[in-house]
C-alpha cells in the first residue's frame, strides 16, 4: 500500500463520503488512489480551489462533520486560502490536501514550490507537512483531531507528492482511527459544577434573562438544548446572524437577529433592557455588540458567557460568570440544574417583546408586499418565504441580500438552517455552498442567494451545478453594482455632509453621485445559465418572482432565478452603524433612508 492509497483508506474510515477539489501536476497519486480504492470518497470535480474549499465549509456546518478538499501546488494552494481563513475564524471543521511538489524539488526553483505549512499557519489551526510516508497515518489522525476537538477550525496539510506513491513501512504503522473525531465537536466538555451553580442561581434571579446564541451554538448542535433551556424558564432568545437556526423564528421565545447587519429593532431593544445575558458561543465581538455599545459596557447588565476557549471569555466585556465549555454540553448541564418546581417567571418580559415584535412585523407588511419595480429586496425575501420548501437549506453570500435574509427570512422548523460566511465576508460564496449542502443534506432543498459581485467570482460553478444535477434554486439579487459597497460610499459621504453642516438632520449627499468604481453593466443574467444548460428566469415584477419560484421548487434539477431589484445604494438597507452615521433612529420601526 502506497501512501496515497494509506490516505483515500485512513479518509474512509473517519466517514469521509465525499472530497471537494481541482486536479493538477501534482495530484496525481491521490486521483488513482481515489479511483482505484474500493469504498474510497467521492470526488467532486469543482472548476475553481476557493469553491472547492467553499464547497467543503458549506458541507461542515450542515453535517458537523469535516469537510475535506483537496487542491495541487503553487496556485491551487493560493486559491485555498480564502476558504481555510473563513473556516477557520467561523470555527468550521475543514481539513485542506495540499498536494505538493516532491521533496527533492524544494529549494531548487521547483516550478509552484510554495512554503505552504508557512503560508497556511496564521490563518488554520493547524499546518502540518508530511515528511516521512511511516508518518502519514499518525498525521492524517492528528489532523482529524485538530479541526474536530476544542473549538473546531481548518487544518492544512501538505502532501509531498513524491511521498504519496511510496509504499508504507511493514511494520510499526497503523491505519486506525479515532471515531470521536467522525464528528464535531469530538469531544464536548463542561465547566465545574460550583461554576454551572453560581450561574444559574444569577440567571433565576432575574426578571429580564436574555439568551444571545452565537455561531458556536450551532457548530456545537445545541439548538434542542438551547430551546429547551429557554421554554424551561421563560427566556426570550436573539441570536446573531451566524446563531439563526437555534430557535424557531415562528417560536414565542424567538425574538430575532441582534447585531449590525440585519437587525430586528425589538431585538436590540430587548438586548438594552434585559438585567441579565447569557451569550451561548458568541465572541461578543464588533458585530454582536454594534461596535461594543449593547449591552453598555460596565452597565448593571450582568452577563453569562459560554464559550469553549478560555481566552475567548472576557475578551471585550466584563464578564460576571464565565462557563468554559461546549455550548450544548453547559446548556443542558445548566437545565438539568434547574429545580424540578421551578417553572417560567418571565411572562411579563417575554409579552413586552413580542407586542414590539408584532409591531415590527406589521409596519414592515407594506414593505414586504411592495409592488414597486425594480423589486425591493425585502419583496423577494418575503415571496420566498411564501414559497420555501419546508425543511430547506438557504445559503447566502454576504453582499447584497445579507440585511433582508437575515431580518425578513423566516424558517419555520429546526431542520432548516440560513448558512452566511461572516467573518471575513468573502464573495463568491453561495453558489458553490449550495453543492456542499446538497451533499451534507441531499434530502433538504438547497437555495442561494447572491448579488452580481459574487456571481462574478463563482459563475463556473454552475458547470459544477449543471453536471452534477444539484437541485439547488439559486437566486441573483441582480443590480449591476457592487451594491454593498456603493452604498456605503453614499453613506460615508452623507455622514461627511451631515456633520459638516451641523445640523445633525442626516440632509442628503450633494447631487454629484460619490460612488466610484462600483457600477457593471446591465445583462440578463438567466442566459448566462441557459449556456450551461441551466433552467433560467428573469424576473422584472412581483408576479413573475412568484412564478418563477414555485416552478423552481417544483422542480429536482438546478434553477436560476435573475431578479432585478432597487439596489441597496438607492435606500438604505437595515444595517445598524449605517443608519446612524445618516442620522435615523435604528431602534426606529420601519425607518426609511434614501441615499
Known sequence: MNGATALVSMLSGYGVDVIFGVPGDTNVALYEALRTTKGAPRHILCR????????????????GKPGVAEVPSGAGALYGLPGVAEANKSSVPIILLVNDIPQPGVGRGTLTELPVQDLFKPISKRAETLSHVGKLPEVVR???????????????????????YQDLPGEGVSLHVEPQCRQAPSYRSRPADGDLESALKAILAAERPLIVAGGGANRSGAAASITAFAERLGIPVVTTITGQGIIRDDHKLGIGIIGDNGFHPHAVWALGCA?????????????????????????????????????????TYAIDFPLVGDARAVVDALLALVPVDRGPGTAGWVEDINRR?????????????????????????????????????????????????????????????????????GLGYAIPAVI??????????????????????????????????????????????FGWIKALQRVVDRDHARKGSGSGRGEAAPSNDPTFSVDFGRYDMSKLAAVYGIRGFRVETPAQLETALREAFALNEPVFIDVAVESIADRLPPVFSWLKKVGADPAAVGVQAAL
Open 48 to 63: 475553481d480551489e476557493r469553491s472547492a474549499v467553499f464547497m467543503a465549509d458549506c458541507y461542515a456546518r450542515l453535517s
Open 142 to 164: 492528528r489532523a482529524f483531531r485538530e479541526a474536530t476537538g476544542g473549538r473546531p477550525g481548518a487544518v492544512v496539510l501538505a502532501l509531498p507528492e513524491d511521498i504519496l
Open 275 to 315: 438585567d441579565l445575558v447569557i451569550y451561548v458561543g458568541c465572541r461578543m465581538g464588533s458585530v454582536a455588540t454594534m461596535n461594543w455599545q449593547w449591552p453598555v459596557p460596565n452597565g448593571e447588565t450582568r452577563i453569562v458567557q459560554v464559550d469553549l476557549e478560555p481566552e475567548v471569555i472576557g475578551n
Open 357 to 425: 415584535r408584532a409591531e415590527f412585523w406589521d409596519v414592515m407588511a407594506p414593505q414586504l408586499e411592495s409592488d414597486e419595480v425594480p423589486l425591493r429586496p425585502e419583496r423577494v425575501i418575503e415571496t420566498l418565504n411564501r414559497c420555501l420548501p419546508t425543511p430547506c437549506n438557504v445559503v447566502s453570500d454576504a453582499g447584497t441580500p445579507t440585511p433582508y435574509a437575515t431580518r425578513f427570512l423566516r424558517l419555520r422548523d429546526p431542520q432548516s438552517k440560513l448558512v452566511i460566511p461572516r467573518f471575513y465576508g
Open 436 to 481: 456542499g449542502a446538497y451533499f451534507a443534506a441531499p434530502h433538504l432543498k438547497p437555495v442561494g442567494l447572491f448579488g452580481d459581485g459574487s456571481l462574478g467570482m463563482s459563475a463556473g460553478e454552475l458547470e459544477t451545478l449543471s453536471r452534477l444535477q444539484i437541485p439547488a434554486v439559486l437566486i441573483h439579487f441582480n443590480n449591476a453594482c
